[in-house]
């Protein structure tokens, strides 16, 4: 009997911690699976009291954080600053949002300032799709400084693949100083590979701002970078390579074009498509249970003879039972997506985002009247900056703007664009085409790029293109470095 209370009393125990540790976060439970996730900046700070020594914990941001909001408390220790012979065991997945105002300022030297001041400390683990805006870092005794970690990964080599460390898909702007050993703009020191050959690194990352080691002795060991201040073996840094990335934009005029087809083309279509090998197709004039599409999810039909590729809709306008749109499908996990309204003029029109592991892809098909146009593309522009203007991702554009490449509408788009498809290719109407209004966008954020393939589709073996549809589809195949 007492064994029986004895279990049941450890067993409450152990629930009730469970318990306090998910109260500190806004959802999850630590796990790949579930992890936690974090909305303020309590429970940006609540990451550091939820680690383990022994095993990965998950994280994922759910919104911009200001640190400001800590008050006076907002002098940012790291996660884990290497006193205690131990990293920080974490899966940070910034989710594409930002860290801002990060303040770290330390100079006594009595308590003695711990080594790797920054956002996490030693890294054992992952930091991916973050970016940290306005940090300010002042550290004039200490080296291992860095903006999101002073270490990534173990100084000798390990038998625990676990105790390396990335940070990928990263940015950071500000300030930050040191005071000797390693001063980097994304971190103070990249560590050896695992002697399994796991590798700690940085990729896709870049530092933006002001960047000093102020120390003042003499020393060989003082190093400073934009990036590390050193990377201790060449391995731990593999080549970059460029993220390519495959675009289709179609007009599909509802699957209703082609006579042969009077229940829609979608056998056609899904096998042309399947031909492409595309990484995202997106789709205008889309009918989801309408009656003239004979209460067919046009979207999901497609998908299921795509052998499941993920998709969303976005409805406009309903229509006969049903509703009118745009859509996305692809043969990627669609990480998430939102729509919007646009100002329109008598037909609704909006706009479909949708982001993906390492880019944003948006899907449009503007109105008809010219001037209204324009104000879409106004309206479009302001949200992609408002949403991602800070973000890593590269974000495209692709839809029907019915706007001719003269038109005062494309003319606004360039401000901000970057026209992928030719001007010159023609796309409409699609058994004598003369004029080109369908397009793929590039939000210019100063990015590396490469056109290896810019093209409107005029024959396919599985397909006939000019009765398919009334458009021509546009593809594009870009690279990112």
């Given at each position: 009997m007492k064994r029986s209370i004895v279990i049941l009393i450890i067993s409450l125990s152990?629930?009730?911690?469970?318990?306090?540790?998910?109260?500190?976060?806004?959802?999850?439970?630590g796990t790949q699976e579930s992890p936690w996730q974090i909305k303020t900046a309590i429970q940006l700070d609540n990451v550091r009291k939820n680690l383990s020594t022994t095993e990965m914990k998950y994280f994922k941001l759910m919104n911009d954080i200001d640190l400001k909001d800590l008050g006076v408390n907002n002098n940012w220790m790291p996660y884990a600053d290497g006193?205690?012979?131990?990293?920080?065991?974490?899966?940070?997945?910034?989710n594409g949002y930002v860290i801002k105002n990060m303040h770290i300022e330390r100079f006594s030297e009595n308590p003695a300032v711990p080594n790797y001041q920054s956002f996490a400390?030693?890294?054992?683990?992952?930091?991916?799709?973050?970016?940290?805006?306005?940090?300010?870092?002042?550290?004039?005794?200490?080296?291992?400084i860095g903006a999101f970690v002073g270490y990534a990964g173990s100084a000798t080599p390990s038998d625990n693949d676990f105790k390396t460390g990335?940070?990928?898909?990263?940015?950071?702007?500000?300030?930050?100083?040191?005071g000797g050993g390693t001063v980097g703009g994304v971190a103070g020191t990249i560590g050896r590979p695992s002697d399994n050959g796991v590798m700690s690194y940085i990729k896709n990352c870049y530092f933006s701002g002001e960047l000093y080691n102020v120390y003042k002795g003499s020393s060989t060991t003082v190093r400073t970078g934009?990036?590390?201040?050193?990377?201790?073996?060449?391995?731990?840094?593999?080549?970059?390579?460029?993220?390519?990335?495959?675009?289709?934009s179609y007009n599909?005029?509802?699957?209703?074009?082609?006579?042969?087809?009077?229940?829609?083309?979608?056998?056609?279509?899904?096998k042309f498509l399947q031909s492409l090998n595309p990484d995202v197709v997106v789709l205008q004039e889309l009918d989801s249970v309408t009656t003239r599409s004979k209460g067919v999810y046009q979207l999901h039909q497609l998908s299921y003879l795509l052998s499941g590729w993920d998709y969303r809709f976005a409805g406009n306008i309903l229509y006969q039972g049903g509703s009118y749109g745009i859509g996305t499908i692809t043969p990627h996990p669609i990480l998430q997506s939102s729509s919007y309204f646009l100002t329109s003029s008598s037909e609704q029109r909006g706009f479909l985002i949708t982001e993906f592991d390492k880019y944003i892809v948006i899907c449009t098909h503007l109105d008809l009247v010219a001037a209204t146009a324009k104000i879409q593309a106004q309206e479009i522009t302001a949200k992609v900056q408002e949403l991602y203007g800070n973000s890593p991702k590269p974000v495209f554009l692709a839809g029907d703007l019915n706007s001719l490449p003269t038109s005062d509408t494309m003319t606004e788009f360039r401000k901000n664009w970057i026209q992928i498809n030719p001007s010159g290719g023609f796309t409409i109407p699609a058994n004598a085409p003369n004029r080109c209004i369908d397009y793929i966008l590039m939000f210019n954020k100063g990015q590396n790029y490469k056109i290896l393939q810019s093209q409107v589709?005029?024959?396919?073996?599985?397909?006939?293109?000019?009765?398919?549809?009334?458009?021509?589809?546009?593809?594009?195949?870009i690279e990112i470095y």
């Open positions: 152990l629930a009730l911690l469970c318990k306090a540790s998910d109260n500190d976060f806004a959802g999850g439970d006193s205690k012979a131990s990293g920080a065991y974490m899966d940070f997945n910034g400390g030693v890294l054992w683990g992952k930091i991916q799709n973050l970016g940290l805006v306005n940090v300010y870092i002042n550290c004039p005794t200490v080296g291992g990335v940070i990928e898909n990263c940015y950071a702007t500000g300030y930050v100083s040191g934009g990036i590390a201040g050193i990377v201790y073996a060449n391995e731990n840094v593999p080549p970059t390579e460029p993220d390519t990335l495959t675009i289709v599909l005029y509802h699957f209703g074009n082609n006579p042969a087809y009077p229940n829609g083309n979608y056998l056609p279509i899904s589709i005029t024959d396919s073996p599985v397909a006939t293109m000019s009765v398919e549809s009334d458009h021509l589809p546009v593809m594009a195949t």
